[in-house]
């Protein structure tokens, strides 16, 4: 089954503090993840994708295909950093996503 | 840097009626899509587009949806009767062909029916 799980709705952290959003995935294939970001209602923006290995924003995320996990990671939040954060698993043949549930981050002064 | 664009960004709708969303794809993209969000729940994949013709659709694309790209500009989702459930978000995005490439999505329409 072609999955991705999320688990945390609501993640809060204090300014400064490290930040860890969760991600797991289930796929047969070999997985493309990415992870995209949705501030206040506006549209979803690619924040990483996991080939680029590149860090966003002070963001990071690695793929850990032992534990089938994509986590994303900060180590100092910024309150500019509340947002909504979806991880997606693009699929082969159509490229289609599948979505998490998303995790809100709020970051509290 | 260009941008997939919706429009309207807001569509009120009775029960019953048929509704066009539009969204307008970055201009050298190949692959395009339709997603959905119930308000509180996951964004879900509803139908893929490439070389003029639907791709991969979803068990929620039923006949009463149906997509087109009319002039090669444009890309449309149309839904023919709509049912209260169809209230949700619905955003475009699009992509290049070349591998690893990452979809790029619109602002939404937010579709509320009545």
């Known amino acids: 089954a072609q999955r991705v799980t999320q688990p945390e709705k609501l993640l809060s952290v204090f300014k400064g503090a490290p930040v860890e959003l969760k991600c797991n995935y289930s796929?047969?294939?070999?997985?493309?993840l990415f992870w995209y970001v949705q501030y206040s209602r506006q549209r979803l923006q690619l924040l990483l994708r996991?080939?680029s290995r590149e860090s966003i924003k002070g963001f990071t995320a690695d793929l850990n295909k032992g534990e089938t996990s994509f986590h994303l990671k900060k180590p100092f939040a910024q309150e500019e950093d509340s947002a909504m954060y979806y991880c997606?698993?693009?699929?082969?043949?159509?490229?289609?996503?599948?979505f998490g549930t998303g995790t809100r981050l709020k970051v509290l002064a | 840097e260009p941008e997939v664009t919706q429009t309207p960004s807001h569509q009120v709708t009775q029960m019953g009626q048929e509704v066009i969303l539009r969204c307008v794809p970055i201009?050298?993209?190949?692959?395009f899509y339709w997603y959905r969000q119930i308000l509180g729940q996951k964004v879900e994949f509803l139908v893929s587009?490439?070389?003029?013709?639907?791709?991969?659709k979803s068990e929620i694309f039923d006949d009463q949806f149906s997509v087109e790209r009319p002039d090669g500009s444009n890309f449309t989702l149309k839904i023919r009767s709509t049912k209260l459930e169809d209230s949700a978000m619905y955003f475009c995005?699009?992509?290049?062909?070349?591998?690893?490439?990452?979809?790029?999505f619109g602002d939404g329409t937010r579709l509320s029916i009545l």
């Open positions: 995005a699009s992509r290049l062909r070349r591998d690893n490439q990452p979809q790029h």
């Open positions: 796929y047969s294939g070999s997985p493309e």
């Open positions: 996991h080939i």
């Open positions: 997606a698993l693009q699929t082969s043949g159509t490229y289609k996503y599948i």
């Open positions: 201009s050298n993209h190949l692959y």
């Open positions: 587009f490439y070389n003029n013709e639907i791709s991969e």
